[in-house]
């Protein structure tokens, strides 16, 4: 029964939850000058403070109350274009960074009255009433305001993108839409923000985000008040822009080369393993018609070595293993060098010559009539003898 009580209590005095707050206000010595919907309306413009937050009116034509409760600004019917500037608007009004003039104030409560009322509503403020008096013109003061709005949603050129980078450099990202500086890097200690640009050393080839939110101006939300006369709204911070910034990098490369030792042409199908420090083969490459052979898919830095897995026809295999380090994003060259394969001839045994007399390199020429005469002399002698033989013969 008490707590029904309690809450026919608190609807009575117009008090919208258990939290409630004191309106407090104090006399600035600007008046407003409001023509336009719902009726022209001049008076005194109240600098207002609820929970220790500056105060705007987004209830115009109404009398500020005096106790109020948090509620919502969804429950005003305005668009989403509208809740949103008139917050923007508050939050780089009076007490935004150096923002401590009251021109200021009357700026923001102006472009809050012309979000709400129309762009057709006219404010002017002065040092009286119905804009007499001495004429505050802070019109200066109002594009300031809406140029810092419009730019609040504006993040910078590399939100969202995939950058690569390379490895133990320090790379520099610079915003082309140079809002930058408005943000603060909230992951990554070794990330900085200097001079409009992203300033980092990448020191591996695993993908990194570097999260980037926009820098809160206070220490508190934006509130909607309402209560037992016009609603306020208070300055605050809002809902921020974040921005996610990926990098890449590629731990280098390693080109080979394949030449003769002798004449440094180029040798091709030589083919090369090449192995991480524990020994575990990567990949196999084979070179091509300028002798060269490359890779680039290592997935992180380290220490690796080549070894050659067969040589060109003719050429002998290169046993030795050839280490190299990956510790950035450079291109890392060795050239090779292989002998060719020396064939001996089998010796075969000598075989003996046939001795030749050798003729007289210009023999001479001879007659050969003197021979044939002693050849008949000869067989005349022969004849001779053998007819004394048979003669013999027959008287013995």
């Given at each position: 029964?008490?707590?029904?009580?309690?809450?026919?209590?608190?609807s009575?005095?117009?008090?919208?939850g258990?939290?409630?707050?004191n309106?407090?206000?104090e006399?600035?010595?600007y008046?407003?000058?409001?023509?336009g919907?719902?009726?022209?309306?001049?008076?005194p413009?109240?600098k207002?403070?609820i929970?220790?937050?500056?105060g705007?009116?987004?209830?115009?034509g109404?009398?500020?109350g005096?106790v109020?409760s948090?509620?919502?600004i969804?429950?005003?019917?305005?668009?989403s274009?509208?809740?949103e500037?008139?917050?923007?608007?508050?939050y780089?009004?009076?007490?935004?960074?150096?923002?401590k003039?009251?021109?200021?104030?009357?700026?923001?409560?102006?472009l809050?009255w012309?979000?709400?009322l129309?762009q057709?509503?006219?404010?002017?403020?002065?040092?009286?009433?119905?804009?007499?008096?001495?004429i505050?013109?802070?019109?200066?003061?109002?594009?300031?305001?809406?140029?810092?709005?419009?730019?609040?949603?504006v993040?910078?050129?590399?939100?969202?993108?995939?950058?690569?980078?390379k490895?133990?450099?320090?790379?520099?990202i610079e915003?082309?839409n140079k809002?930058l500086n408005d943000?603060?890097?909230?992951n990554?200690?070794?990330?900085?923000?200097e001079?409009?640009?992203?300033i980092?050393?990448?020191?591996?080839?695993?993908e990194?985000?570097?999260i980037l939110?926009?820098?809160?101006?206070y220490?508190?939300m934006?509130?909607?008040y309402?209560?037992?006369?016009?609603?306020i709204?208070t300055?605050?911070?809002?809902?921020f822009?974040?921005v996610?910034?990926?990098?890449?990098a590629?731990?280098?490369s390693?080109?080979?080369?394949?030449?003769?030792?002798e004449?440094n042409?180029?040798l091709a199908?030589?083919e090369?393993g090449i192995?991480?420090?524990e020994?575990?083969l990567?990949v196999s490459?084979?070179t091509?018609?300028?002798?060269?052979?490359m890779?680039?898919?290592?997935k992180?830095?380290?220490?690796y070595y080549?070894?050659?897995?067969?040589?060109?026809?003719?050429?002998k295999?290169?046993?030795k293993?050839?280490?190299?380090?990956?510790?950035?994003?450079?291109?890392?060259?060795?050239?090779?060098?292989?002998?060719?394969?020396i064939?001996?001839?089998?010796?075969?045994?000598?075989?003996p010559?046939?001795?030749i007399?050798?003729l007289?390199?210009n023999?001479?020429?001879?007659?050969?009539?003197?021979f044939?005469?002693?050849?008949?002399?000869?067989s005349?002698?022969?004849?001779?003898?053998?007819?004394?033989?048979?003669?013999?013969d027959?008287?013995?």
């Amino acid at each position: 029964m008490i707590f029904v009580l309690a809450l026919v209590a608190m609807s009575l005095f117009g008090i919208k939850g258990v939290n409630a707050e004191n309106l407090s206000y104090e006399n600035t010595n600007y008046y407003f000058y409001r023509m336009g919907k719902p009726k022209d309306y001049s008076g005194p413009l109240k600098k207002y403070t609820i929970d220790n937050s500056i105060g705007y009116c987004i209830e115009p034509g109404e009398i500020e109350g005096t106790v109020y409760s948090k509620g919502s600004i969804d429950n005003y019917g305005f668009t989403s274009t509208q809740k949103e500037n008139i917050k923007l608007y508050a939050y780089y009004g009076y007490g935004y960074k150096n923002h401590k003039n009251i021109n200021y104030l009357a700026a923001a409560q102006s472009l809050i009255w012309k979000e709400i009322l129309g762009q057709d509503t006219k404010v002017i403020f002065s040092s009286e009433v119905m804009g007499k008096g001495t004429i505050y013109d802070v019109s200066r003061y109002e594009e300031e305001i809406k140029y810092l709005a419009s730019r609040y949603r504006v993040k910078p050129s590399f939100s969202g993108k995939t950058i690569d980078v390379k490895i133990n450099e320090e790379t520099s990202i610079e915003d082309a839409n140079k809002v930058l500086n408005d943000y603060e890097v909230i992951n990554n200690n070794n990330a900085k923000i200097e001079n409009n640009k992203i300033i980092y050393t990448k020191k591996n080839s695993a993908e990194e985000m570097i999260i980037l939110r926009q820098k809160s101006n206070y220490n508190k939300m934006y509130f909607v008040y309402t209560g037992n006369g016009q609603d306020i709204l208070t300055e605050g911070n809002i809902d921020f822009n974040s921005v996610v910034l990926k990098l890449t990098a590629s731990p280098g490369s390693i080109e080979i080369t394949k030449i003769d030792e002798e004449t440094n042409k180029p040798l091709a199908n030589a083919e090369f393993g090449i192995y991480d420090s524990e020994d575990n083969l990567i990949v196999s490459l084979l070179t091509d018609e300028e002798g060269k052979a490359m890779y680039d898919k290592f997935k992180d830095i380290g220490k690796y070595y080549i070894k050659e897995l067969s040589a060109p026809e003719g050429y002998k295999l290169d046993e030795k293993k050839y280490e190299f380090e990956i510790n950035d994003s450079n291109i890392h060259k060795i050239t090779i060098k292989n002998g060719k394969i020396i064939v001996k001839k089998e010796e075969k045994p000598e075989v003996p010559k046939k001795q030749i007399e050798e003729l007289p390199e210009n023999p001479k020429t001879y007659d050969r009539t003197l021979f044939y005469k002693i050849d008949i002399i000869i067989s005349i002698i022969l004849l001779f003898v053998l007819k004394l033989f048979f003669k013999f013969d027959k008287i013995s």
